[in-house]
């Protein structure tokens, strides 16, 4: 087989990948519009946004950062804090991405987060550059298209509909996770032993609030290392 028929069979593997992403993206990034638009912040800065941060959470936490007239460099800073997440994820992607040129490293760094991570990492796959550009593109499309949907559109929806546009990103963490647990009992544990984890930081209050995930992510992924055996993919 040639070699254009195996990047065209990983540019359509990445989007098939990135479809429940899509699905799951597209409604919290209009319900982030539609706050974005309630904040007072204009279409061009929310779209910017998400065109330029791509970080849900962050995001959302931003808002509420600003409505409550925090100063610019104390946003910035907490969602530093809050994105440290991504430095051990990408961390733990790069040893499966050994053989990779580097000047496509910026644009599939740019496209982690926690679900695509997720879609990586979870399953036994050949990680290609289609693949990942693929896979990081639809999801990136989705989240600024539906910020611009929501705050274009957001306010003509029923309230019930609006009220439950937040939901899609736990359905979506749902969808990913539970066919891992079916397959690996080591899945199952982490994703146990991390809400515990972070249940107990938080209800006794143990580091800042913006620490909480970060601490368990580092614990959990120390915890998956130690459980979790799989060799690194060359390119």
Do not use: C
């Given at each position: 087989m040639t070699k254009d028929h195996y990047i065209s069979k990983d540019l359509r593997s990445g989007i098939i990948s990135g479809l429940p992403i899509v699905f799951g993206y597209f409604p919290v990034a209009m319900a982030f519009g539609l706050l974005a638009k309630n904040t007072q912040v204009s279409l061009r800065?929310?779209?910017?946004?998400?065109?330029?941060?791509?970080?849900?959470?962050?995001?959302?936490?931003?808002?509420?950062?600003?409505?409550?007239?925090?100063?610019?460099?104390?946003?910035?800073?907490?969602?530093?804090?809050?994105?440290?997440?991504?430095?051990?994820?990408?961390?733990?992607?790069?040893?499966?991405?050994?053989?990779?040129?580097?000047?496509?490293?910026?644009?599939?760094?740019?496209?982690?987060?926690?679900?695509?991570?997720s879609v990586t990492s979870l399953g036994n796959r050949n990680l290609s550059v289609p693949f990942l550009l693929a896979l990081h593109g639809v999801s990136y499309a989705s989240w600024v298209l539906g910020t611009i949907a929501g705050y274009l559109l957001g306010a003509i929806l029923p309230?019930?509909?609006?009220?439950?546009?937040?939901?899609?990103?736990?359905?979506?963490?749902?969808?990913?996770?539970?066919?891992?647990?079916?397959?690996?009992?080591?899945?199952?544990?982490?994703?146990?032993?991390?809400?515990?984890?972070?249940?107990?930081?938080?209800?006794?209050?143990?580091?800042p609030a913006s620490w909480s995930l970060v601490i368990t992510i580092i614990v959990a992924s120390l915890a998956g290392v130690l459980l979790i055996k799989e060799e690194a993919t060359e390119i």
């Amino acid at each position: 087989m040639t070699k254009d028929h195996y990047i065209s069979k990983d540019l359509r593997s990445g989007i098939i990948s990135g479809l429940p992403i899509v699905f799951g993206y597209f409604p919290v990034a209009m319900a982030f519009g539609l706050l974005a638009k309630n904040t007072q912040v204009s279409l061009r800065d929310s779209s910017l946004f998400s065109l330029f941060v791509f970080a849900g959470a962050s995001q959302f936490m931003a808002l509420d950062l600003i409505q409550a007239g925090i100063t610019a460099g104390n946003i910035i800073l907490a969602t530093f804090l809050l994105n440290l997440r991504h430095l051990m994820m990408s961390a733990s992607l790069s040893v499966r991405l050994k053989e990779i040129k580097k000047y496509w490293l910026v644009f599939i760094a740019f496209g982690v987060t926690d679900e695509t991570f997720s879609v990586t990492s979870l399953g036994n796959r050949n990680l290609s550059v289609p693949f990942l550009l693929a896979l990081h593109g639809v999801s990136y499309a989705s989240w600024v298209l539906g910020t611009i949907a929501g705050y274009l559109l957001g306010a003509i929806l029923p309230v019930t509909v609006q009220s439950s546009l937040g939901i899609g990103l736990y359905a979506l963490f749902v969808a990913l996770l539970v066919p891992e647990i079916k397959k690996s009992i080591p899945v199952l544990f982490l994703s146990l032993f991390s809400g515990i984890v972070y249940a107990v930081i938080s209800y006794f209050r143990l580091v800042p609030a913006s620490w909480s995930l970060v601490i368990t992510i580092i614990v959990a992924s120390l915890a998956g290392v130690l459980l979790i055996k799989e060799e690194a993919t060359e390119i």
